[in-house]
């Protein structure tokens, strides 16, 4: 099983709108409403931001969505802020019925200009 | 409040074992699945292995090809991962994780520790 695809940067200037893509599988993005997305900033614990696609856990701004279609995830963050500058990565489950298996996403570096 | 705190790393030799532990405080240890989810350096996540609440199912990634053994103690509140024939390509900060659901009803990792380094020379 490979790391699903996603861009390795990404860019905004404060207030602007950007885009993460998390390409899989039918095995894994695309098979299951299982998808998550990690913010992780320099030499920190990632932080669970967006989970069953499109859920926010408490605490997580509303300027944070989740979304899919078809083998492809996405985040999207808006109204860009200078401490959203951080690495980002999707996981998907990636097992069946009876094997429980995750797959990360390759990760993407979200620069605020 | 939610507290994991990872241990037992360090820099051994190629072809060694070593044991990390990770200890939790703060929630009801039993009731939730536990992960441990490993970042080489300057890399990405890599998911590692799941062990059930109550220990008996226990899943690994493909690359580990039976070298880790995840397992824990409830009575203790601890999680365990024995890494058996190190190689180089182990070398990562390895983290412990929390489900978001108790009873392995979520496929999500809500809370982490500050993670272990360990290190793998040839």
């Known amino acids: 099983q490979s790391a699903l695809t996603q861009p390795r940067s990404v860019s905004g200037s404060p207030g602007q709108s950007v885009t993460i893509s998390c390409t899989g599988t039918?095995?894994?993005?695309?098979?299951?409403?299982?998808v998550s997305w990690y913010q992780q900033h320099p030499g920190k614990a990632p932080k669970l931001i967006i989970y069953d696609v499109s859920k926010r856990p408490s605490g997580v701004p509303d300027r944070f969505s989740g979304s899919k279609s078809g083998n492809t995830a996405s985040l999207t963050v808006s109204g860009l802020q200078p401490e959203d500058e951080a690495d980002y990565y999707c996981c998907s489950y990636a097992g069946d019925y009876t094997l429980r298996v995750y797959l990360f996403g390759t990760g993407t570096k979200v620069t605020v200009l | 409040q939610v507290q994991l705190v990872e241990s037992g790393g360090g820099e051994v030799q190629s072809g060694t074992s070593l044991r990390l532990s990770c200890a939790a405080s703060?929630?009801?240890?039993?009731?939730?699945?536990m992960h441990w989810v490993r970042q080489a350096p300057g890399k990405g996540l890599e998911w590692v292995a799941v062990i059930s609440y109550d220990g008996n199912k226990k899943y690994y990634g493909d690359s580990l090809k039976g070298r880790f053994t995840i397992s824990r103690d409830n009575r203790k509140n601890i999680l365990y991962l024995q890494m058996n024939s190190l190689r180089t390509e182990d070398t990562a900060v390895y983290y412990c994780?929390?489900?978001?659901?108790?009873?392995?009803?979520?496929?999500?990792?809500?809370?982490w520790g500050l993670g272990t380094l360990v290190t793998v020379s040839s």
């Open positions: 994780a929390k489900d978001l659901e108790y009873f392995d009803n979520s496929d999500y990792f809500d809370y």
């Open positions: 039918g095995s894994d993005v695309g098979g299951y409403n299982y």
């Open positions: 703060g929630f009801t240890f039993r009731s939730y699945g």
